[in-house]
């Protein structure tokens, strides 16, 4: 069976840090291009990050992120993450995890962590 | 950055009902459109990919079509399970954005 799971979320103050995780299961997970998703409380879906499959690691970042969020992955491992450093308000949000198919679609996700940062 | 819009906002429709959702693109994306189906504290389900190919798994009451900036998503014939919020995205070119959401009420 697929899986995608998420970890890490939590609260977190202004300007403070956060790594998250997605460990990924039955699936190849070392050929899928792999993204970050997040959906602010009661709002619609924003596109992060994404990184390409292999070891060859093209990252692509939403331009609102301002350099403050890096993503990564261990194949060896089978998981992605996201460091996301100098959180703000607005950050707040659940992040899921998703791969990307040859045909550019998101089809399958995780279930998401909901990052709070208020003080 | 391509923006995509979404229209109506908000869609209230009764089970058997057809429904069309429109989706435009800032600019043109060829068939790079996918729709996805959101339900209340769940992860997004996608229902159809490069614009009109269903998803495995999908109902066939589900259908999409356009190309270029001018994207529909129809049901044919509502359910009950269908109630939910939709969501068009592009991936013709990153960020790959998404619609604001329609959310189709009873």
């Known amino acids: 069976e697929m899986q995608l799971v998420e970890s890490g979320g939590g609260l977190v103050t202004p300007g403070g840090s956060l790594r998250l995780s997605c460990v990924a299961s039955g699936f190849s997970f070392i050929t899928y291009n792999m993204n970050w998703v997040r959906q602010p409380p009661g709002k619609g879906l924003e596109w992060v990050s994404s990184i390409s499959s292999g070891d060859n690691n093209f990252v692509n970042y939403a331009d609102s992120l301002e350099g403050r969020f890096t993503v990564s992955r261990d194949n060896a491992k089978n998981s992605l993450f996201l460091q996301m450093n100098d959180l703000r308000a607005d950050d707040t949000a659940v992040y899921f995890c998703a791969r990307l198919t040859a045909k550019l679609n998101f089809d399958f996700w995780g279930q998401g962590t909901l990052v709070t940062v208020s003080s | 950055d391509i923006q995509m819009t979404q229209s109506p906002s908000s869609l209230s429709a009764s089970v058997g009902d057809r429904v069309t959702i429109t989706c435009r693109a800032s600019?043109?994306?060829?068939?790079?459109l996918n729709w996805y189906q959101q339900k209340p504290g769940k992860a997004p389900k996608l229902l159809i990919y490069?614009?009109?190919t269903l998803q495995s798994g999908v109902p066939s009451r589900f259908s999409g079509s356009g190309s270029g900036t001018d994207f529909t998503l129809t049901v044919s014939s509502l359910q009950p399970d269908d109630f939910a919020t939709y969501y068009c995205q592009q991936s013709y070119s990153t960020p790959y954005t998404f619609g604001q959401g329609t959310r189709l009420e009873i």
């Open positions: 600019q043109s994306i060829n068939t790079y």
């Open positions: 490069v614009a009109s």
